[in-house]
């Protein structure tokens, strides 16, 4: 019926075992089971060719004495894989070129259209092209991505090396690009600095090294994140240095956008450049959170070890942390790119009757939120749009924030249990019940806002901190050893004033409660908060 209504091009997808493996590795059995299904495919349409998601592959059930025999029951030229994750996993160099079948070399770069700044530009500019010299059987280069509606600067270099036969120098490439997206903004030297601060540090890394902070993820307490695991992505990145090569460099996300918002006019701004300015905001004040929940969440554990009274602490920073959200929500309300009323507009505008978009309503609302009944994969497609921010993640969080914050003060153990369920009888209720009408029109300008913004979260008061070079305070730290992910020296200090505790901060991202027991340390410098209070008697 399709072929006849539509034609066809001869090409057929079949993915017999994505995300699970045969049940036996016996080289007859999968040599079988792939005959099978391209005679199948044969014997409706004698031209027919298979295209086989590489995908598979990633199981470890895969090796050369696998892949091999479930490959060569199909004629080379009766076959086409997609090599889908080629630029972190790249399985034509495993498998010998796929034994001689076709394969387009794939970027897959995001999953669920989850947003962070990332994508290694240096490794897109060379490695497709390393495949097609070296491989026997590229023929062609593709995108991948779950969703492509972030990072546009990755998905423009990884289409226009499909133009080149050599690398090309990333530099002078990301210069050219900048020049062309901005027009006349695009001429400016300060605007091109702060992409090459982002080229040398975010835009060096893949999926693997992202950091998506935990502003969308469900807050549990105490514990980690049940599926992101996010405690272990954020200790691979608070306790390396920020020059490391595989951590994500935050404070240079900091850097480019005070790069960037220094140098803009004060009049508005469209188009790419708004869409670039919103999202290099979005992520700095997405990590700034990550580190106002590490002091409340710090400042929690502490009074649960101890019987501690930190509750005036946690209601400071808790307040900052609700702050951030708000002005989080804002920033992305100011360009169109950014808003859930779009997303929700969009999927009624597709019924007909009234019943059908409220269907509608509520599949785009649970699709971004908990993707399923019960949070089944909740988060995975979550999205940094003003309207989901304010009214989803920052309830939760105002939810996690008060539990935390009674269970300290009036001194009682948190029920977990009964927790959790509040917190799944809200988001059930958020996209079932809703009733609310999400702007799909931007409202506020993006440059105004940044630039308020800019002076709230990247702008310290001067004259409160002394600084004391190659210095280092021997404990002290004020939530254990857990270091801070950012290590901008501006915000590093609206940390340590936002936390009455705090008497001062190395500068690789430690909050102190005393800056008694200093010592010596290259490379660190020893902030201490100047007033007569929290001053060592010692000089430093």
């Not at 990072?151 to 133009?163: C, G, K, Q």
């Not at 999926?207 to 996010?230: A, E, K, T």
């Not at 059908?356 to 497609?381: C, F, H, M």
């Not at 290590?487 to 991202?509: H, M, V």
């Amino acid at each position: 019926m399709q072929t006849s209504v539509m034609g066809t091009d001869h090409v057929y997808n079949v993915d017999n075992f994505n995300e699970m493996s045969p049940p036996t590795s016996d080289p007859e059995f999968l040599a079988n089971s792939s005959a099978a299904v391209y005679n199948g495919m044969k014997a409706s349409d004698p031209d027919a060719i298979w295209l086989m998601q590489g995908w598979l592959f990633v199981s470890d059930f895969w090796t050369p004495d696998t892949v091999k025999p479930y490959l060569s029951s199909v004629p080379n030229d009766k076959m086409l894989i997609l090599d889908l994750y080629a630029e972190t996993a790249p399985f034509w160099t495993k498998f010998d070129s796929f034994y001689g079948k076709p394969f387009i070399w794939c970027l897959l770069h995001n999953f669920g259209g989850r947003r962070s700044l990332y994508g290694n530009l240096t490794h897109i500019a060379n490695a497709p092209l390393n495949a097609l010299h070296n491989s026997t059987s590229m023929t062609g280069m593709g995108l991948t991505p779950e969703a492509i509606e972030q990072n546009p600067v990755v998905y423009e270099l990884m289409t226009d090396m499909a133009w080149h036969d050599a690398p090309v120098d990333i530099s002078d490439w990301l210069d050219d690009y900048v020049t062309d997206r901005y027009a006349a903004a695009g001429k400016m030297a300060a605007v091109h600095q702060a992409w090459h601060t982002l080229e040398r540090s975010v835009y060096r890394l893949f999926w693997p090294d992202r950091f998506l902070g935990v502003l969308h993820m469900s807050p549990r307490i105490g514990g980690v994140h049940p599926r992101d695991q996010v405690e272990l992505q954020l200790s691979k990145h608070r306790n390396v240095p920020p020059n490391d090569p595989g951590a994500y460099n935050c404070s240079a996300v900091t850097s480019a956008w005070r790069q960037l918002v220094i140098a803009l006019p004060t009049s508005s701004v469209s188009g790419p450049l708004s869409y670039d300015l919103v999202d290099l905001g979005r992520q700095v004040l997405i990590n700034f959170h990550v580190d106002l929940v590490t002091i409340v969440n710090g400042a929690y554990l502490r009074s649960v070890a101890t019987g501690e009274d930190t509750s005036a602490e946690m209601m400071a920073v808790g307040d900052k942390l609700m702050n951030v959200i708000e002005d989080l929500d804002a920033l992305l309300g100011t360009d169109q790119n950014y808003l859930l009323g779009t997303w929700v507009s969009d999927a009624e505008a597709l019924g007909v009757s009234t019943e059908d978009k409220l269907v509608l309503r509520l599949n785009a609302l649970n699709q971004v939120t908990l993707w399923g009944p019960d949070g089944e994969i909740s988060d995975y497609a979550e999205k940094h749009w003003s309207g989901l921010v304010g009214s989803y993640y920052g309830r939760r969080w105002s939810l996690w924030l008060q539990t935390i914050l009674f269970s300290v003060k009036y001194k009682y153990a948190v029920d977990k249990d009964a927790y959790e369920a509040s917190l799944l009888k809200f988001e059930q209720d958020w996209y079932q019940s809703s009733t609310s009408t999400f702007p799909s029109e931007p409202t506020g300008d993006p440059v105004a806002a940044s630039k308020t913004l800019y002076e709230r979260y990247a702008v310290a008061p001067e004259g409160v901190f002394m600084r004391y070079t190659d210095m280092t305070v021997v404990g002290f730290d004020l939530h254990g050893d857990v270091q801070l992910v950012s290590r901008d020296i501006a915000q590093l200090k609206l940390l340590c004033l936002y936390d009455p505790l705090c008497a001062g901060f190395t500068s690789n991202g430690s909050l102190k409660t005393s800056t008694v027991g200093h010592t010596s340390l290259n490379g660190v410098d020893l902030y201490v908060r100047h007033e007569p209070s929290r001053l060592s008697t010692d000089p430093v």
